[in-house]
């Protein structure tokens, strides 16, 4: 039987027999009717398609439903129970024109997927919103579930009368109904006009008690379009939604203008959504955000950044995706990869947040580069064969890889070329459904460049190369001869040609100065760089100087050594990412020890401006003190990287991104009883770090600190959850209670998740987060077999969503030993036939551990 999955033939073989086009022209159509009155558990849903098809065919439509009231197909009656199986709907006996008519009961999830109901805890108000990339608007209504299926969409929603609801069209005004809710409340009813045509995954319906604020900008059309910011209450007053208006407005005029094209919808929404499962979601016009992005504490300058990101990177997606969208889901990366380009170039050269392309490199490209590396790699033209390998594609090769290389791309056929060949694109499949040929014919046209060849070496070849310096030089340090080395993976060799800069930097009264550089291009295993035999030897050498090339660096010797000693000393913040990226990649790799890349780290993070690379680097360096240095240094390294980034935390200035991020570092790396002291004193005020409030957020971080050193109780969660009964305050307890480090507390947290399934989707990410804390390591050893037990049922009986965050977030990983290795390789060997997405899913957690068990090896030499 299906389950609930779609494979690429069988949406190919219902493409066949069935036309987004109607015999009148007027295309396939919805009308979704909505009764959204009926309780806390379902909905109403009612569904009429009218589409064209193959004269006596059959086929079948999606929908996940309780029940089925009624099925009607060109005025004949059909028996729900037996068409219905799975989560599919048999249609036989297809007209010409056909009109279908399916009305039934949905259920509300709690998973963030469907259409999601969410209860505040600060007041009781109830919030919907629907979320439905990649197959889950079958949740909500019955529908033919293809991204190549593209039709209009009319919906009519009956809801509390003091709800806001908001979808796709503009919102109209809702007509107040005699009928009462289930409550005594007053209801209405609001009917929205018909979308344009517009694949079902970006529908979109939000509604409940949301405030909302308004505004409105000129398109280049000459258009007025209407601008709304939404969140719910009791985070209303923490939303600063003019500097998201204004955002908006600058992303709309950037777009506008580079892509020639105006914008396509007729109203632009955005509003901020409990418990999502991703930043935000391109529903047209009608963004749905994470709300990570309202504040109600002081954030980082990376989380501020990565919101502007975010934001624009979801307005590209208006004409990348939704204007424009792939057949089918291996082109995936048409959508995702654009936007993370687009957003990039964007957030550089039409916001404040102007070093874009550093957080790119620190954040974007080591997510590729990680990723590339996994067993699951792919191209990034992927193969996608079913629903649930399009599910675990939303990675760092179709985000992150896929915007390196439309990059450099972009770079190879001139910036302005590259723009018009994608408003060429627009302008020629707007409101239709392309594949990567069709965009690529159009940036030949407008470059003269043939890009068959680029496009099989980058979009349909897997991995990453390796480029490494080689240098000869004489006895008074003149270099004789330079090359660059190509490598690739023995499982995936290709040799891609780069461009890229090679930068010489040399000590010059206290700066590492670039003294030299020179571009070119690399080809093949081995390319001579003649012009830089002569010149006399720097103290590092920096290849892909300028982040031109997708590519991995390595540092040589004596460069490496300089880094650890002088990365500070390095003015431009491009140049400082690039030598973080190959030190922390080489130490990945095996090549340099990860004592090494702590002392670097220690070392030179205090000076580093770029909020990003700050994050990410301290983020690796936990990884390396907890997974990757030698079992026999593990414990004084933990304590020395605590201790150093506690010293940090007092040398940065007062009030400044740096001293929160130190801060926060600090609490989780604490590893001893004189740390958790000082995390305590600082929670409880009895130290204080000048600049530095210890506000709701950070208080908790704390809390969570002190509660895997054992230092603090389930009691005094408890005591801090009555003080912020929100769900943010709910998902931090959640996350502390899990970290408590007794066998009872990570029983009841396993327990919670895998033998209850009520827990909504953030408790579950933030409960298995406190569960995996590494102060807790040792107690991880009992759950190694529960583990690999539940892997089957809880992938048979779960939603995706829920299924991926307890598969990856339960894994032991901070164990990191050949004990694990060989548990999760007895797994995969038994089970050779598991579905390959869970497989998958499990592959990468073993490359985890293999790959640390290797570092460790070369960290004890």
Known sequence: ???????????????????????????????????????????????????????????????????????????????????????????????RDNELVIDADCLYTNTGEGLHRFVDPVDGEVYLYSQFEVPDSRRMYAVFEQPDLKATFQFTVTAPAAWAVVSNSPTPEPTLRQAQGPDGEATATWTFEPTPRI???????????????????????????????????????????????????????????????????????????????????????????????????????????????????????????????????????????FAEWASTIATAEATEWTEAWTTFNAMEKTWAYRQDQLPSTHPVVAEIRDLDDVQVNFDGITYAKGGSVLKQLAAWVGIEKFFAGVAAYFDKHQWGNTEVGDLLVELEKTSGRELGSWAKLWLETSGVNTL?????????????????AQTAAADYPTIRPHRLGVGFYSLENGTLTRVHKVELDVDGELTEVPELAGVARPDLVLLNDE???????????????????????????????????????????????????????????????????????????????????????????????ADGLWALAGQAEPGSDSQLQFVTAFATAASSATQWEQVRRLRDGETVLEGLEIDTDLSWQLLISLAAGGFATAAHIEDALAQDNTSKGGELAAQAKAALPNVEAKLAAWDSLVERSDQPNTIVRSTALGFTHPAGVELLEEFVTPYFAMLLPIWKERSYQIAQYLITGLYPAPLANAALRDATLAWLDANADAPAALRRLVKENLAGVERAIAVQERDAV
């Open 1 to 95: 039987m299906p389950g609930e999955n779609l494979t690429r033939i069988e949406a190919q073989e219902r493409r066949a027999v069935v036309s987004p086009s109607t015999s009148s022209g007027t295309g396939m159509s919805y009308e979704v009717t909505l009764d959204l009155t009926r309780g806390p558990e379902i909905f109403g849903s009612r569904t009429v398609v009218r589409f064209t098809g193959t004269e006596g065919a059959d086929t079948f439509i999606d929908l996940i439903a309780r029940d089925i009231r009624e099925i009607t197909l060109n005025g004949r009656s059909i028996d729900p129970a037996a068409a219905y199986s799975d989560s599919r709907i048999a249609l036989t006996g297809l007209e």
């Open 199 to 337: 694949s079902s995954y970006i529908t979109a319906l939000v509604a409940g008690p949301y405030e909302s604020t308004f505004s409105e900008l000129t398109s280049a059309s000459g258009r007025v379009i209407p601008l709304g910011v939404y969140a719910r209450k009791s985070l209303w007053q923490h939303l600063d939604a003019d500097y998201v208006f204004e955002k908006t407005r600058q992303g709309f005029a950037y777009y506008e203008e580079k892509f020639n094209f105006p914008y396509p919808f007729a109203k632009y929404d955005q509003l901020f959504v409990p418990e999502f499962n991703a930043g935000a979601m391109e529903n047209a016009g009608a963004v749905t955000f994470t709300e990570t992005y309202v504040f109600r504490s002081k954030v980082t300058d990376a989380v501020k950044e990565r919101r502007v990101v975010t934001i624009l990177h979801e307005l590209a997606h208006m004409w990348f995706g939704d204007l424009v969208t792939m057949k089918w889901w291996n082109d995936l990366w048409l959508n995702e990869s």
């Open 468 to 484: 490494t310096p080689v240098i000869e030089e004489d006895a008074d340090g003149t270099i004789t001869r330079f090359a660059i």
């Open 547 to 641: 982040d031109l090339a997708y590519a991995k660096i390595r540092l040589d010797e004596r460069s490496l050594a300089t880094a650890i000693a002088h990365l500070r000393d390095i003015s431009d913040p491009l140049a400082r990412s690039l030598v973080w990226g190959a030190a922390w990649d080489q130490t990945r790799d095996a090549e340099a020890s990860a004592t090494d890349y702590v002392d670097l780290v220690l070392l030179n993070i205090g000076s580093e401006t770029e909020s990003t690379t700050v994050r990410t680097t301290l983020a690796q360096l936990q990884l390396a003190a907890n997974s990757y240095v030698a079992p026999e240094k593990r414990t004084a390294t933990r304590e020395r990287v």
